[in-house]
T-cell receptor, first 113, second 115 residues
Framework: DGGITQSPKYLFRKEGQNVTLSCEQN?????MYWYRQDPGQGLRLIYY???????QKGDIAEGYSVSREKKESFPLTVTSAQKNPTAFYLC????????????FGPGTRLTVL | SQQGEEDPQALSIQEGENATMNCSYK?????LQWYRQNSGRGLVHLIL?????REKHSGRLRVTLDTSKKSSSLLITASRAADTASYFC???????????????FGRGTQLTVWP
């Protein structure tokens, strides 16, 4: 099965804790992205990576960190510095040409208790 | 803002009717894409229209692009209850200092199709 997977589907965190969201793809895509979606809102870009060992901040990077050690994997850490982390997080990938279609994972819903 | 804005925010129709959603944007684009999202799920790509194209079809979907008005429309013909979802337009513009184009999403149109 080719595709992009995210885990876990639901995640609960206490205030002050860091959590890491997993994103894996086996589409052989160079580019990967993390978005945040709040209720009734569109997607906002957190971080993106064009190639292994390289990534750039998106529009709302504060309080988040990423790594891209492998082509297949782009984990997102939500740190305690993120003031309002409760949201739906979506990972996506594309071939790497900037105009390409993006393929999305099923999402992780993070709730801070 | 570079993001697209969909109109209307919500649309409710009966099965068999056509659904039209509009998207407006503010800057020049490389292409415009439409995505669908079922509740609580990831987005699924529907169709991509390039800046030099005016109309594109895919099954029951018809997309138009008017770059002079910076607007696009998505028409779903003969709608079905299974078409119920949120529909987003996303514009692609070159990122500053990077060759990677960015996708800028609007807030979406929530379509409800009643049986």
């Amino acid at each position: 099965d080719g595709g992009i997977t995210q885990s876990p589907k639901y995640l609960f965190r206490k205030e002050g804790q860091n959590v890491t969201l997993s994103c894996e793809q086996n589409l052989n895509h160079d580019a990967m992205y993390w978005y945040r979606q709040d209720p009734g809102q569109g997607l906002r870009l957190i971080y993106y990576s064009q190639i292994v060992n390289d990534f750039q901040k998106g529009d709302i990077a504060e309080g988040y960190s990423v790594s891209r050690e492998k082509k297949e994997s782009f984990p997102l850490t939500v740190t305690s510095a993120q003031k309002n982390p409760t949201a739906f997080y979506l990972c996506a990938s594309s071939r790497g040409q900037g105009t390409d279609t993006q393929y999305f994972g099923p999402g992780t819903r993070l709730t801070v208790l | 803002s570079q993001q697209g804005e969909e109109d209307p925010q919500a649309l409710s129709i009966q099965e068999g009717e056509n659904a039209t959603m509009n998207c407006s944007y503010k800057t020049s684009i490389n292409n415009l894409q439409w995505y669908r999202q079922n509740s609580g799920r990831g987005l699924v790509h529907l169709i991509l229209i390039r800046s030099n194209e005016r109309e594109k079809h895919s099954g029951r979907l018809r997309v138009t692009l008017d770059t002079s008005k910076k607007s696009s429309s998505l028409l779903i013909t003969a709608s079905r209850a299974a078409d119920t979802a949120s529909y987003f337009c996303a514009t692609v513009s070159p990122d500053r200092g990077s060759t990677l184009g960015r996708l800028y999403f609007g807030r979406g149109t929530q379509l409800t199709v009643w049986p």
